[in-house]
């Protein structure tokens, strides 16, 4: 009687529990495949605020009876103004957001045009010594910044931003007839942001949002020196800030 009791006690919570795991299934299926978001192609133009900060040291090579050097230095610019298009494709998934954004252009990473004087004391294939001042001018600007990102509603109009970025380096320094010079580089980096979207009527949308990018380390090896066995090195990261306001076309 008790083992009786014991299975059909069991059955029916082996019953309850399905129903339990049935109702569930149903549930997330209601919200995974009977959205409320419509698909949609997007394209449209952002503008933006942008604070472009980097922080970077070169180290200059010993030479024959010298000592190496490091330099370092924090650099930012601030206001930057920024425009960039972009193309989306908007699923009917929970609204979950695919796109990519490109800004055409160049910004200066400082204000202002960093400057130095070297004492030159050798140089390659010349027995004299030699004490002559070199002076260095150099001003970094960034350009063809690059963003693949996704988008992920999380509270009524509210999302969340993340992506993977790419940007170039131009190093831009003005050198001596015996210095040695940089060449440019692409950085890769990821961002992230959070901000509120909308529409404005059937086919017009607005989003308005902050974003983050940040850059893994740049390395940049000098070339031409006055001693050839002598390089100066560089090293830097780089971040971007933009508040960014974008309209686009819903097909």
Same mark, same amino acid.
């Given at each position: 009687m008790a083992?009786?009791?014991?299975?059909?006690?069991?059955?029916?919570k082996y019953i309850y529990m399905k129903k339990i795991i049935v109702a569930l299934t149903a549930m997330f299926?209601?919200?995974?495949?009977?959205?409320?978001?419509a698909a949609s192609f997007n394209i449209g133009v952002t503008g933006a605020i942008a604070k472009v900060s980097a922080d970077g040291s070169e180290v200059t090579g010993a030479g024959?009876?010298?000592?190496?050097?490091?330099?370092?230095?924090?650099?930012?610019?601030?206001?930057?103004?920024?425009?960039?298009?972009? *193309?989306? @494709?908007e699923s009917d998934f929970w609204g979950i957001t695919l796109g990519f954004e490109h800004t055409p252009g160049s910004a200066d990473v400082s204000s202002s045009v960093k400057s130095r004087q070297d004492i030159e004391g050798s140089v390659t294939g010349d027995e004299t010594s030699n004490t002559g001042t070199r002076d260095f001018k150099a001003q970094a600007e960034v350009e063809n910044y690059t963003n693949f990102y996704v988008e992920i509603p999380v509270y009524n109009s509210i999302f969340v931003r993340a992506g993977m970025a790419d940007i170039d380096v131009n190093t831009l320094e003005v050198k001596s007839s015996n210095g040695g010079s940089y060449g440019n580089a692409g950085v890769q980096g990821t961002n992230y942001g959070v901000?509120?979207?909308?529409?404005?009527?059937?086919? *017009?949308? @607005?989003?308005f949002f902050y974003e983050k990018t940040d850059f893994d380390s740049l390395?940049?090896?000098?070339?031409?020196?006055?001693?050839?066995?002598e390089t100066n090195k560089v090293t830097a990261?780089?971040?971007?800030?933009?508040i960014k306001f974008a309209i686009g076309y819903k097909f």
């Open positions: 083992r009786s009791i014991l299975i059909l006690t069991l059955r029916r299926m209601t919200f995974a495949f009977t959205s409320v978001y024959d009876s010298g000592a190496a050097n490091t330099n370092s230095a924090s650099v930012e610019h601030k206001n930057v103004p920024l425009g960039s298009y972009y *193309l989306e @494709y901000g509120f979207k909308g529409d404005l009527t059937d086919n *017009l949308a @607005y989003k390395s940049l090896t000098s070339t031409g020196n006055s001693v050839t066995a990261d780089l971040d971007v800030e933009s």
